[in-house]
């Protein structure tokens, strides 16, 4: 378990990997008694779906990925949609801080090699919560510098150019299979971490390393546990 070599880069996504991203909680504060408990799960489910569908398409900001996702959401389950609703969702975003011993864990990995974001978030919000999680980092890339979003392959290909770095050069820590592990993967990055936060199936055929905790971060390259 872990890398014999260190990269030159260590990569991450940031909402729901090193940020607990808590908008199904903000969607149930601001709607309140308006989401009836019975479709509440529901709702919250596609939601989530339209968001991933919206960021496959054409870009437009993440206020807008949060709006559409919420107005098609309610159009589904016939819930009211208010566009004011969904606009003080995305303002939560910047309140957002990291999970417990994330803090710790990057500034320990900082010690031995240089941390990247590449983030969905808009520029304003990832530099707010990447000021969150309290370590250094070389480079924070957003989905707004992108012009697009994950898991567009787009993506990766943007990080590749920004950093002047090969796929072989770096190793990428998510939490989501889905929106950073499979793209890459397709393209080349060979090295990487699955930062299980239990909200996605593991798909272990794409060779990651996979940890629960993130305080064996650096151990996979070999430091202290913080």
């Known amino acids: 378990m872990g890398f014999d070599t260190m990269p030159r880069f260590v990569t991450f996504d940031m909402n729901g990997t090193l940020i607990r991203f808590r908008i199904n909680d903000a969607i149930r504060e ?64 910047p309140t957002w801080g990291p999970y417990p011993g994330v803090t710790e864990a990057l500034n320990r990995l900082a010690e031995a090699v240089p941390l990247v974001i590449i983030t969905n978030s808009d520029t304003a919000h990832a530099v707010r919560l990447a000021e969150n999680l309290q370590a250094p980092f070389e480079v924070v890339i957003s989905a707004e510098e992108m012009g697009v979003y994950k898991p567009r392959l787009r993506a990766f290909e943007y990080l590749f150019e920004r950093l002047d770095a090969t796929p072989d050069e770096l190793v990428h820590v998510s939490a989501s299979p889905m929106y950073d592990h499979r793209p890459a993967a397709v393209m080349g990055i060979e090295r990487k971490v699955y930062m299980d936060r239990g909200f996605e199936h593991d798909e272990h055929w794409l060779g990651y390393e996979r940890i629960t905790d993130v305080a064996d971060l650096p151990v996979l390259f070999g430091l202290p546990r913080p």
């Not at 309140?32 to 437009?60: H, S, V």
């Not at 709006?67 to 009211?80: Q, T």
Request: hydrophobic fraction near 35%.
């Open 30 to 93: 601001v709607l309140g008694d308006r989401l009836p408990a019975e479709i509440a799960d529901e709702y919250l489910r596609m939601c989530k779906a339209y968001r991933i569908d919206e960021c496959t398409g054409d870009y437009q900001p993440f206020h807008r990925i949060v709006a559409r996702s919420m107005e098609r959401a309610s159009r589904r389950v016939g819930l009211e949609f208010r566009e004011s609703d969904a606009q003080a969702v995305y303002e939560t975003v």
